[in-house]
């Protein structure tokens, strides 16, 4: 089983939509939780990062984690074309032999439509 | 603020050439340094981490290395490439001095291996 499974999509939505992206994990050790967000043929931009369980709020972003599920999300509020792209979540552990390794998963591809 | 940098953009190698990749940081000190390879569909692979000059942790490949001559410089190599190293080769930092283990990545190099 990997560390880190995400849905690779493709997802595609409506301009406006609200987009929920997904991922589980199974190391009970991560704390820390990231969202990426990666254009065609550039490298990933950091675009969320939370600390252990919660809600945080960006703008039209909000990422979830559920440390009990072991299942974040990453919600996207009136989506907009300019959101199409590939989105990683990617997690750390802060004790152990994993310390400041982060775990990606595949990444869900999302085009948004007008 | 910090930039990181990576050079060059894209590449097109004959099997059995040598590789050197280099990645630089700027506006930090003493940051943790990583490459990571993204092949279509599968996903971020850690290839190799640096948490200071001269000291280099190895994932995964047999072909390449990873040098840290500088405080913020990065270099990737290979003697003779393979098809196989074909991918895309994401240089990124990280500064988790205060426990946050969030990584900023380079524009990447798109490498075709012929």
Redesign the interface.
């Known amino acids: 089983q990997k560390e880190v499974e995400q849905d690779p999509g493709p997802l595609s939505v409506p301009e406006g939509a609200i987009v929920s992206l997904n991922c589980t994990y199974s190391n009970s050790a991560f704390q820390y939780f990231m969202w990426y967000r990666q254009y065609s043929r550039k490298g990933p931009e950091l675009l969320m990062y939370t600390y252990s369980s919660g809600n945080k709020e960006d703008g039209r972003f909000t990422a979830q984690v559920d440390k009990s599920s072991k299942y974040i999300s990453l919600f996207i509020r009136d989506s907009q074309p300019s959101d199409s792209a590939t989105y990683l979540c990617a997690m750390s552990a802060t004790r152990g032999s994993t310390l400041g390794r982060l775990y990606f998963g595949r990444g869900t591809q999302l085009t948004v439509w007008p | 603020s910090q930039t990181i940098h990576?050079w060059p953009a894209t590449l097109v190698q004959p099997v059995g050439s040598p590789l050197s990749l280099e990645c630089t940081v700027e506006g930090t000190s003493n940051p943790?340094l990583y490459w990571y390879r993204q092949a279509a569909?599968?996903?971020?692979q850690?290839l190799f981490?640096s948490v200071g000059i001269g000291q280099i942790s190895s994932e995964v490949p047999q072909n390449l290395s990873a040098s840290r001559p500088q405080d913020r410089q990065f270099i990737l190599s290979s003697k003779k490439l393979l098809l196989s190293d074909s991918g895309?080769y994401?240089c990124a930092w990280?500064g988790?001095r205060s426990?946050?283990?969030?990584?900023?990545?380079?524009?990447?190099t798109?490498l075709t291996v012929t």
């Open positions: 990576q943790n569909g599968r996903g971020l850690l981490y895309f994401l990280s988790d426990g946050r283990y969030e990584q900023y990545f380079g524009p990447g798109r």
